[in-house]
């Protein structure tokens, strides 16, 4: 009971949410399944109707799935993004009352006692969820009940609307799967001969508790209403901003400053307190004349320290026109990411700090996605050793692991002149003639064979470290399949 009200709740189950929310972008005609990895292999994770009619199933091998619907249509799955939505529809829900939780990976929990009244009964405020979702594309399956766990069996195996204080009359020919219990308890119950919620109702409380535990009661006892179930709401995210309201207007850069960090200090606190730090800032001055003029600031690393974030809004300040003076300042985070708290040691980090204060102010010129830097790759050949990333979403590596040293240029081959599988001793290079010193080598470096690439089609290499007299230190390489000469790289 809720304050004299009969408690009432609804159960909302997406049996194809995943797939729904595909296909509500990209609408297809026949069968679709979405797939995902599971148990080393590619099995069918949703699907919509139209495969479901062809006999295929959930986890489903897609090998067999693409034997029994030649035409069929697939995608990979993404559960994180499911969540996300389902997220989206617990906002959406909270039109018909303010307690909205999740229930597992594809349904909601809603608490509507007191508001049904309010969109003409539960009939109707249910036939408006689901006309509103099948607009939206979205298969729902409703129940309503006195309790949460009725509500849940209901829309999961019956979908309906059960009578006030008659959920034993409503689940009782419901099968025992029906209680929210594992499919092994299911099974193990079926073979004692108790199939329905009904049959289970009837039996021995005691043998029951000794054999399956207390789950099974404590389930059957939350579903009739003899046991309370908390029904959770989403908590709201937290929303990092902060606003000051001046009374008299400011236009000199030092007091727009002077504002900023007012407004940085309790935004970083409650980064803090949140263990998140800011990769986007967005400060909106509003001037006495109503207009608005925004200064953006993106960081290379995640940061909720004031005093180093305060100096790099430094230069988007500057260009700001405060007109006839600026009288609210708000600053917000329009980007986080987790950065925990970290133990504190006696080696100093102000070099690596420094380094990405400097990434971030470059990136307020020429955009943070232009400043990149080399990190190694996991490939022996030497133009796959090395991948360009954006420094402001990578880390720098210790070096490359490589058992040979490497030349810290390298370009395409350039052929030269020579016979034989030694060094030539003279030979023409960029028109350069070069008379070789010192030669160390051969190391032999083999193409991968998984991968295609024209420039390593002649087969394997013998590379050699060569100095000439003239004071060129070069990497040459030799090809014995179709012999000849190349020059690959120049040590410094």
Request: proline content about 7%; some cysteine.
């Amino acid at each position: 009971m809720f304050d004299g009200i009969q408690r009432r709740v609804v159960s909302l189950w997406f049996p194809r949410l995943a797939s729904d929310r595909v296909l509500r972008r990209c609408p297809v005609d026949g069968p679709f399944v979405l797939t995902l990895n599971q148990k080393n292999a590619n099995r069918i994770y949703c699907l919509n109707e139209s495969a479901t009619e062809r006999g295929l199933h959930q986890s489903m091998a897609f090998g067999d799935a693409r034997v029994f619907c030649p035409d069929l249509r697939s995608q990979i799955a993404e559960p994180e993004r499911d969540q996300q939505f389902l997220h989206l529809l617990s906002r959406w829900a909270t039109r018909y009352c303010p307690w909205v939780g999740l229930e597992g990976k594809d349904g909601l929990v809603m608490d509507i006692t007191g508001s049904a009244h309010l969109f003409g009964g539960e009939d109707a405020m249910l036939a408006q969820m689901r006309r509103r979702l099948w607009r939206a594309g979205l298969s729902v399956r409703i129940g309503c009940a006195d309790t949460r766990g009725a509500a849940w069996a209901l829309a999961h195996f019956g979908e309906g609307i059960a009578p006030r204080d008659q959920s034993l009359a409503a689940l009782k020919a419901l099968p025992v799967a029906a209680l929210r219990i594992d499919e092994k308890m299911s099974t193990a119950l079926q073979r004692l001969g108790l199939r329905s919620i009904g049959d289970l109702a009837q039996a021995a409380r005691a043998p029951l508790n000794r054999r399956f535990g207390p789950v099974l009661l404590q389930r059957l006892d939350q579903a009739l209403g003899d046991l309370p179930e908390v029904i959770s709401p989403q908590a709201d995210p937290p929303h990092y901003a902060v606003r000051m309201t001046l009374p008299e207007p400011i236009g000199l850069l030092a007091d727009v400053m002077t504002g900023t960090e007012r407004l940085l200090n309790p935004l970083c606190s409650k980064l803090k307190t949140q263990e998140m730090g800011a990769r986007q800032l967005r400060l909106t001055l509003r001037r006495v004349d109503q207009d608005q003029q925004q200064v953006e600031l993106r960081l290379a690393r995640p940061l909720r320290d004031a005093t180093r974030i305060l100096p790099l809004f430094a230069r988007g300040l500057a260009e700001v026109d405060a007109g006839f003076g600026i009288d609210m300042l708000r600053l917000e985070a329009t980007q986080v990411e987790s950065l925990p708290a970290q133990q504190i040691n006696h080696v100093s980090e102000g070099g690596a700090d420094k380094l990405d204060d400097l990434i971030s102010r470059l990136g307020t010129r020429i955009r943070l996605e232009n400043i990149q830097r080399f990190l190694p790759a996991d490939s022996h050949i030497p133009e796959r050793s090395f991948i360009v990333a954006p420094a402001a979403y990578s880390t720098p590596a210790s070096g490359w692991n490589s058992p040979q040293p490497r030349p810290i240029c390298l370009f395409p081959p350039e052929p030269i002149a020579g016979t034989g599988a030694t060094p030539p001793a003279h030979f023409r290079w960029r028109r350069m003639s070069l008379t070789s010193g010192r030669a160390t080598g051969p190391e032999r470096i083999t193409p991968e064979w998984w991968l295609e690439d024209d420039n390593w089609r002649s087969g394997l290499r013998d590379y050699w470290r060569v100095e000439t007299t003239q004071g060129r230190r070069l990497w040459l390489f030799y090809t014995p399949q179709n012999p000849g000469w190349f020059v690959q790289g120049e040590f410094a």
